[in-house]
């Protein structure tokens, strides 16, 4: 039997009511959002000493002259964040566009003072895209801290690499231990992304240009086990867009084997990046996205991130491909647990009636049997299979999943503004953001044109991650 958990006043992090921070009608509950402003990019994905490290384009008051500048936030479990004072202001070279961040863990730099590791975040200056760098090139500057990421200096002979292209960007620099040089991609016009190599993360030499159709801007470079074998391995190349290219490197030229390919299908998701600097002894690639332009009427914040996803790499049919699930800390807000099991869900009938929330993580396993269609209303809005089209559909998206051995497995985040939804162990995502209904909190689970079976129906109630435990 479903029911509603019964819960009482929450207090926000920081010790204040919840109902006054961060429990606006729109703010998303479990996702990254500025406390105030606008936000787009995450940028400098980075975890040093227990820290995982979220900064991102960022405009704190609405109609600020002058552009992007770099927001931060850190978090000790990728789900309760804290926003810190903003890290990179911008300059005369221009606003604060996006880049990465790094631990120089063997003081390549020479910039490292104290027991910390430097840390290096390397962006892109905007040039003439504010007042005060008027005429100035695009080009990519250096910042570092020496205090675990609280305090930040601007180096002293930024740029570090200057204009290639008109609007070059978004370098993602990482370190490649055969040659013991940095590797960074730059996106630099069009469909075309360049590769550099330094010693030293001040000085960078061209190594070539990559095409990749159907990609442009906010490069990601990484490599990744097949099957999760250490000794099978694969490099992958990512755009703005999600799409990701398939490939072998050496230190000196990136090989496409295959793609792109696209793993998420939704029509927020945006300027994907994942975390550098993961212990080895976790050893997950983990990615966020921006949930671009989604709509937040008459809030005081504006944008969100997406929930943080674990990225694994698995071979089927066509080829290696990845896959994205949510990262297994979305545990730290369950609540109340609603469960069913080898149920057969017939037309008309509903598993989940009675239950009514904002904040949930649903998993389902179906048979579809004689159903041609399968699927979920949750505060209105469909999260539909198609048995005929083998398409996943939800807010107006649709994914091509086909069912194994007519059987269907669905993962599903809902928060205040957005449905993440994943296919079959994350081999298809569909990340969309929506403005409810207030009034609508109902959810429901349904087949059409015959029964199918619901082998197991889980129906976490979440807890926000504002609150205090």
């Avoid at 202001?89 to 910039?111: C, E, K, M």
């Avoid at 990749?212 to 470079?221: L, N, Q, S, T, V």
């Avoid at 799409?243 to 050496?250: A, N, S």
Wanted: glycine share 8%.
């Amino acid at each position: 039997m479903f029911g509603v958990l019964a819960t009482g006043p929450l207090q926000a992090a920081f010790g204040e009511p919840v109902e006054k921070l961060y429990n606006e009608t729109l703010r998303p509950q479990f996702h990254f959002t500025a406390k105030k402003g606008w936000l787009n990019d995450p940028n400098g994905l980075v975890f040093y000493k227990g820290d995982y490290h979220l900064f991102f384009q960022h405009i704190p008051v609405p109609g600020t002259v002058g552009g992007q500048i770099w927001g931060h936030a850190v978090s000790r479990d990728l789900v309760h964040w804290e926003q810190l004072a903003n890290a990179i202001d911008r300059d005369r070279h221009g606003p604060i566009w996006s880049g990465s961040a790094v631990v120089d863990w063997q003081n390549t730099a020479g910039l490292a003072k104290g027991s910390d590791k430097t840390l290096i975040a390397i962006y892109t200056c905007a040039g003439g895209q504010s007042p005060e760098s008027k005429g100035e090139p695009f080009t990519q500057c250096l910042a570092y801290s020496n205090d675990r990421g609280r305090s930040w200096t601007k180096y002293e002979n930024n740029p570090v690499l200057q204009q290639i292209t008109s609007e070059n960007r978004d370098p993602k620099v990482i370190w490649y231990e055969p040659t013991h040089k940095w590797i960074l991609v730059l996106y630099k016009t069009g469909h075309t992304f360049g590769l550099f190599s330094s010693p030293d993360l001040k000085t960078w030499s061209p190594l070539h240009d990559l095409e990749i159709p159907d990609g442009a801007e906010c490069p990601d470079i990484f490599e990744m086990p097949l099957n999760g074998k250490a000794s099978d391995r694969r490099w992958i190349i990512t755009s703005a867009n999600g799409r990701y290219t398939i490939g072998q490197f050496d230190g000196a030229k990136f090989t496409k084997e295959s793609g792109p390919h696209r793993v998420d299908w939704g029509k927020n998701f945006y300027a994907v990046q994942t975390f550098s600097d993961i212990p080895k002894n976790d050893g997950r690639r983990i990615q966020i996205a921006w949930m671009a332009w989604a709509k937040y009427p008459n809030m005081p914040f504006d944008q969100q991130m997406s929930f943080p996803c674990e990225l694994t790499l698995h071979s089927f049919p066509e080829g290696p491909r990845i896959c994205r699930q949510p990262v297994k800390e979305i545990a730290l807000l369950h609540c109340a647990k609603h469960s069913s099991k080898n149920q057969v869900l017939r037309p008309g009938d509903n598993l989940l009636a009675g239950l009514n929330g904002e904040l949930f993580d649903i998993q389902a396993e179906i048979d579809l049997d004689q159903a041609a269609e399968i699927g979920f209303k949750l505060r209105g809005e469909d999260v539909r299979y198609s048995v005929v089209e083998q398409k996943l559909s939800c807010l107006g998206q649709s994914a091509p999943i086909n069912s194994v051995a007519n059987h269907l497995k669905l993962r599903i985040l809902l928060d205040r503004t957005s449905l993440e939804v994943f296919a079959n162990d994350g081999r298809a995502s569909l990340s969309s953001c929506f403005v409810p209904d207030p009034s609508n909190r109902s959810l429901a689970i349904y087949a059409r044109a015959g029964p199918c079976r619901v082998r197991s129906l889980s129906v976490w109630e979440l807890r926000s991650a504002w609150a205090k435990n």
